[in-house]
């Protein structure tokens, strides 16, 4: 037989041809079909390590109805946020030999739908991390996506775990910081209308409301982005808060950097504070005070429950609520004019 050129590579053909069998025989020995009568097996499997061959992992995946990766939809890719979500699910899944597909859906709540189906087309399962659309898309559209893990949101649709962070608890504990210190006029800069995380944030300030009737909340629109929080400055300052609640980390770091710009100090004028506690927290001027949610653990809680989907095992917990807790940094403190001794 003439030798090969070593640039070729070696198919299922060649190895059919040497050991003298159909390619339907050498593709069931491949995927361990224990139909094969063991002498023809064993004569396909010396033939394969005779010529060296490698099977083709997208192929038997394909042929098995399995890509070995999962789809997983962000809002904002931009978001260090989102970033780690994804850094927990991927390492993750890599554990068990499963990649990552990622879409981008750029906070367009429409394109959600298209990409998560079009991900789920392309992959073994999707998670959806933080999804825009309305509950009632969600409900209409989950059937068709499983299997499927949620991100922040919850559905009432049959095996669709979730994986939550506990936003309002983690907004009551903020609001509870700066009324500690002092601060009766405290604002909320709000996140996108669409995300059910402000929901939830909006949640949790109505119950500390309730538990803290001396102290006004002012809620102030905005979104999700540093550029949204740099705009917000004179919303913020025109509401007459002392202490001031953003949605996030991006958007108070831009609030901190347009109040700085202004000549306005933090916190000896106005007290800020973030939520998630992304990387760059710790190195703004100053500091910022935050809720720390465990993002990667829920990144990576995500991967467990997706991994017991894919394979048929029960979900023991449809639900797992993450408790963000409070990191106190150099950008609150007392409001100005009142003693420090006084703080509670």
Partial sequence: ?????????????????????????????????????????????????????????????????????????????????????????????????????IADSSEVSSEEAILAGEARRRCDGVVLCAPR????????????????VL????????????????????????????????????????????????????????????????????HLRNGSTFEDGYESANDVLSSGATGILAFNDLTAMGLLSSLNERGIRVPEDISVTGFDDIPFARYTTPPLTTAAAPIMEAGEQAWAQMRELLFGNAITEAVRVFEPHIVVRGSTGVPHGKDSTAES
């Fill in 1 to 101: 037989m003439a030798k090969r050129a070593p640039s070729n590579r070696i198919g299922i053909s060649d190895v059919a041809a040497k050991a003298g069998v159909s390619l339907a025989t050498v593709s069931r020995v491949m995927n361990g079909n224990q139909s094969v009568d063991p002498k023809i097996a064993a004569r396909v499997q010396s033939a394969a390590a005779e010529l060296k061959y490698q099977p083709n992992p997208i192929g038997r995946n394909l042929a098995r109805g399995k890509t070995e990766t999962i789809g997983v939809v962000v809002p904002d890719l931009g978001n260090p946020t989102f970033q780690t979500v994804l850094r927990g699910v991927s390492r993750a899944a890599a554990q068990d030999g499963y990649r990552v597909l």
């Fill in 133 to 148: 659309m309305s509950a009632a898309e969600l409900e209409e559209l989950a059937p068709s996506l499983q299997p499927m």
């Fill in 151 to 218: 991100v922040n949101r919850t559905t009432n649709v049959p095996n669709s775990p979730s994986v939550m962070i506990d936003y309002g608890k983690g907004i009551q504990d903020l609001a509870g910081h700066l009324a500690d210190l002092g601060h009766t006029r405290i604002a909320y800069v709000a996140g996108p209308a669409s995300s059910a995380s402000n929901a939830l944030r909006l949640v949790g300030l109505e119950k500390f409301s309730r538990t803290h009737p001396h102290i006004e909340v002012v």
